[in-house]
């Protein structure tokens, strides 16, 4: 929700809604139809025979967008998910805003304060060489903060070149992250000299869909955005997003996403998918706030004063509010470390948070990230070779010589579920530990997180498995294995740590 300075405005929270529960396109069924490799030369034909006006074809996913003119969707979709050519068909999910009232109050920059962001720009204000993608309802290139700051931008609601912003909440979600600073007017955003990217996805009403920020994301990955912010979300899975931001991680690109506004234990999508890092929204006294979504991975201030449409300044707040906090620092450590990638910038961000309940790491620290992301791009070198004939020795509790450490072997077999992890405690000494996790199934999402002393030292994730090497001192650890799917997922861990001294 967001609050004008000396007027009230409507608030909007963002929620995702599947087109069949209650939402329709204005004109027939909306379907995405994703192909293999070999079916989407085939796809024309098909989708002659099923009678579909194609809307749009989302080439990098090997996705099309068809309106059926007849027939019950429920039925068309049971024939193209038992026909080989096809890897998944679903309904085109609309997202859209909730308007809430609002009351008015006098906003103040405690956000600023917080986050250390006033120490963190002692060491950068940011690089116009970085560009953050709003992905949201279009930002007011006229507003006198933003005036200058946007890159040429996509509009997925209207299919055309114009993003500008006719609802204004994207215009709040621009301000936080990237407002002009130290000129004299307005507010002070996250990163002063980033640039931003306006990709239209929420119409004037507040509503689009799933499809076009699929290609929203694509597009803006594809025209060189390091961040992107997703300051909406909602409970639908969604597999066309999922490959989304798959496609955006693996192309460098770090997507950012608010959790959602309705006070449960349950993070939205996108927010909970494994690509995506999560924000819930804290207050003052670093408590989340009532409204906010736990158990996303971070927490940042739910309440900043930010750019309005036109000449106006607005108080925004929810987790719509939060994200482009994460994603306004995030553009910080880019700017400060341009070769980092996003898995660097990610962990730095959540080893430097501070820890608050309900959240994984804590609430999110600028200056703490910018400190933490240096030492963290000096990557460990190889381990120290073992002398000849020396093999490893596999199995819990094993040793392998190194030439001079001795090392430890630990092997764990377990299963996840999403919201249930598993957990390995052990002691090590001082030096390189590494750690392997393989999912039995191979696409399913899987993370690992090394703990001490209730903080994240160190992550890894992948789609089968993931690997994670650390330099760590002598201490107590443990390593937390987890995943985003709700089916039972039986993983093998192998950890390699220096043994400790008796």
């Known amino acids: 929700m967001f609050r004008t300075l000396g007027s009230a405005l409507a608030a909007g929270c963002l929620l995702l809604l599947s087109a069949g529960a209650g939402s329709a396109s204005p004109a027939g069924a909306r379907i995405v139809v994703g192909y293999t490799e070999q079916g989407y030369s085939d796809a024309a034909a098909l989708e002659r025979e099923l009678d579909a006006e194609v809307i749009d074809r989302i080439a990098p996913l090997r996705a099309d967008v068809l309106r059926l003119s007849g027939g019950e969707p429920d039925a068309i979709l049971a024939v193209l998910r038992s ?9 085109d999910g609309v997202v859209h805003a909730l308007r809430v009232p609002n009351d008015q109050f006098l906003s103040t920059q405690w956000s600023v304060r917080k986050t250390s962001a006033e120490q963190a720009w002692d060491l950068t204000t940011g690089s116009s060489q970085v560009v953050v993608g709003i992905l949201d309802t279009g930002v007011d290139a006229g507003q006198p903060d933003l005036r200058g700051k946007l890159v040429e ?3 997925y609601v209207n299919n055309d070149q114009d993003s500008s912003d006719d609802n204004g909440h994207g215009t709040a979600v621009a301000g ?13 955003g996250y990163c002063w000299a980033c640039r931003l990217m306006p990709v239209k996805v929420l119409g004037a009403d507040g509503t689009g869909f799933m499809s076009g920020l699929a290609q929203g994301i694509l597009w803006a990955t594809d025209h060189g955005a390091r961040v992107l912010n997703l300051s909406l979300g909602g ?18 690109v770090l997507v950012v996403a608010a959790a959602g506004n309705e006070s449960s234990p349950l993070i939205d999508y996108p927010a909970a998918l494994p690509n995506v890092l999560s924000v819930s929204a804290s207050d003052q006294s670093d408590r989340l706030y009532a409204f906010s979504n736990s158990g996303a991975r971070v927490a940042a201030p739910g309440e900043n004063s930010t750019t309005g449409p036109g000449s ?8 719509s509010s939060a994200a482009p906090v994460v994603s ?21 961000i959540e080893t430097s948070a501070v820890p608050i309940p309900g959240v994984t790491s804590g609430r999110v620290d600028a ?69 392997t996790v ?11 997180r090394l703990v001490a002393a209730g903080r994240v030292g160190a992550s890894a994730r992948g789609a089968g498995g993931a690997r994670l090497r650390a330099e760590v001192p002598a201490g107590r650890y443990r390593l937390v294995v987890s995943t985003t799917s709700r089916k039972r997922t039986s993983f093998s861990l192998t950890i390699s740590y220096p043994a400790a001294n008796r």
């Open 312 to 319: 106006t300044y607005v108080s925004f707040l929810g987790t």
């Open 367 to 435: 200056y703490g990230t910018l400190r933490a992301l240096v030492p963290g791009l000096v990557q460990p070198g190889p381990p120290t070779p073992a002398p000849p004939g020396a093999e490893p020795q596999q199995g819990s509790g094993g040793v392998t010589p190194t030439g001079g450490t001795p090392r430890r072997t630990k092997v764990v077999a377990g299963s996840v579920t999403r919201g249930r992890n598993a957990n390995v405690v052990f002691t090590t000494g001082s030096g390189l530990l590494q750690a």
């Open 153 to 155: 931008g996509y509009d």
């Open 328 to 348: 306004g620092i995030a553009g910080l450590a880019f700017s400060l470390v341009p070769g980092a990638t996003p898995a660097q910038v990610e962990q730095a």
């Open 438 to 448: 393989k999912a039995r199934a191979r696409s399913r999402a899987i993370r690992l």
């Open 235 to 252: 409970p639908v899975e969604d597999l066309t997003l999922t490959a989304a931001t798959q496609y955006a991680w693996a192309h460098g």
């Open 176 to 188: 936080v992250v990237a407002a002009s600073s130290d000129n004299g007017i307005g507010v002070a």
């Open 83 to 91: 026909d080989p050519r096809v890897r998944y068909a679903e309904l």
